[in-house]
């Protein structure tokens, strides 16, 4: 009798950041900045413009950033740690071999960023904006996530360890080797006919079959 086989979800590869010795830096956000091997820590730049900034061998630490422009921005080999901010805009950033740590961000804009090799750990994000993005390597671990738009996106080998996930839109997104199962909370607001490329678990299937019902046009009765 032929044996099925279970098809393994291949994981993400994780981000291996060794920080250089780094420069205090006092200054604010400039369009095109060049930032290499600083460290930015306990800076308010509220609504400062850093369109197009690179930061490379970089540490942000308990920075201040609502309504920071940081549009088209590059982080590569970096780490954010205890970064806070509302309607902080990095449309089209991208984010390569970096660690965001315990961040709190209400509306932040990512929509078209590039996110690859990237571990979000712990903190919370509200109403999210990933909209058209490109994750690829990218574990988000121990955070919440409410509302976040993941529509028209792009993710591959995206793993959710121990985080909720409220609200969540994957509508026309492209899933490939996206692992769920260790999602503690799992609420689909829209997009579940996308999830085609997703891996859940079996007690996960069963919170979903409403969701799963109406999209096919089930009546569960009785």
Do not use: W
């Amino acid at each position: 009798m032929a044996t099925t086989r279970k098809k393994k979800v291949a994981g993400a590869k994780r981000p291996e950041v060794r920080l250089p010795p780094l420069e205090a830096y006092e200054g604010g956000l400039e369009p095109d900045g060049d930032y290499d091997g600083l460290e930015l820590a306990g800076l308010d730049l509220t609504g400062q413009s850093g369109e197009g900034a690179r930061f490379l061998d970089c540490a942000l630490r308990d920075c201040g950033l609502d309504e920071a422009r940081l549009t088209g921005a590059r982080f590569l080999d970096s780490v954010l740690t205890g970064v806070r901010g509302v309607g902080t805009v990095l449309a089209g950033a991208q984010l390569r071999d970096v660690e965001v740590v315990d961040a709190r961000l209400g509306g932040a804009q990512l929509h078209g960023a590039v996110l690859e090799r990237v571990v979000v750990r712990g903190g919370k994000s509200d109403y999210l904006n990933l909209r058209a993005s490109k994750l690829k390597d990218v574990v988000f671990e121990g955070c919440v996530l409410s509302e976040p738009d993941f529509g028209g996106a792009v993710l591959e080998r995206v793993e959710f360890v121990d985080c909720v996930l409220t609200g969540v839109d994957f509508s026309g997104a492209r899933l490939k080797d996206v692992d769920l199962r260790g999602v503690q909370r799992l609420e689909i607001a829209r997009g579940v006919e996308s999830l085609a490329g997703a891996v859940i678990s079996a007690s996960q299937l069963f919170d979903l079959a409403p969701v799963l019902a109406a999209q096919l046009g089930l009546r569960v009765e009785g």
